[in-house]
């Protein structure tokens, strides 16, 4: 079954840092862009970040840029996001989603769970 | 930045009548190189992640019921429901993926009547 697994979340003060993780189960895992999205308590969807299937090319919301970095293990099948700076305003569930082509201009067809950020202190 | 708007904010419909939300973008969405929208739809129900349902505004994703249909091109989009169930009370998102930042719509909530 393709799934979509996230872990790391957490309770963080006010300029700390977390790094979330994407265990994902699918197949020919490098061969499709990855996001995440967040959506805080209450509120609607909003992408943070995308990768490329190999991993080279990254693009960010600039409400986190300079502050995330997202990345990908290909021979893991694994997905990070290192959070640093964390502001209140990051609070949220993040979701990670497979594109569904190798570019990043997809529509998201597998989501995870999701795992919840609080930043708070 | 595209942002993307939608119409009503929240929906009550009575079962098997019909449900309709409009989507709006700021810019066309469409790439002219291969004429096709880059919009999708997606259902969240509570405490679930949302569900991809429309991708090319108007391509049913795998599985998804007959009595979701996507229509619309440019700028204007609509997700229709043709006669709507109980397991179809959720929130409806749109999302363009023609431009980063890729964004969504704000929401449209559907409850029963």
């Known amino acids: 079954e393709v799934q979509l697994l996230e872990s790391g979340g957490g309770l963080v003060q006010p300029g700390g840092s977390l790094r979330l993780s994407c265990a994902a189960s699918?197949?020919?895992?490098?061969?499709?862009?990855m996001n995440w999205v967040r959506q805080a308590p209450g509120k609607g969807l909003e992408w943070v970040s995308s990768i490329s299937g190999s991993g080279v090319s990254t693009n960010y919301a600039d409400s986190v840029k300079g502050r995330f970095t997202m990345s990908r293990d290909n021979s893991r099948n694994t997905l990070h996001l290192q959070m640093n700076s964390l502001r209140a305003e990051d609070t949220a569930v993040y979701y990670c989603t497979k594109a569904s082509s190798s570019g990043w201009y997809a529509a998201s067809d597998i989501w995870g769970q999701g795992t919840m950020v609080t930043v708070s202190s | 930045d595209i942002v993307m708007t939608q119409s009503p904010d929240s929906l009550s419909v009575s079962l098997g009548e019909r449900a309709a939300i409009n989507c709006k973008s700021s810019?066309?969405?469409?790439?002219?190189?291969?004429?096709?929208?880059?919009l999708a739809w997606y259902q969240q129900k509570p405490g679930q992640p949302p569900k991809l349902l429309i991708y090319?505004?108007?391509t049913r994703e795998s599985g998804v019921p007959d009595r979701f249909s996507g229509s619309g091109s440019g700028t204007d989009f609509t997700l229709t429901i043709s006669s709507l169930q109980a397991e179809d009370v959720a929130v409806y998102y749109c999302?363009?993926?023609?431009?980063?930042?890729?964004?969504f719509g704000p929401g449209t909530r559907v409850d029963i009547k």
């Open positions: 699918i197949s020919s895992f490098r061969s499709y862009a």
């Open positions: 999302q363009q993926y023609y431009d980063t930042p890729l964004t």
């Open positions: 810019q066309s969405v469409v790439y002219n190189s291969n004429n096709k929208n880059y």
């Open positions: 090319w505004a108007s």
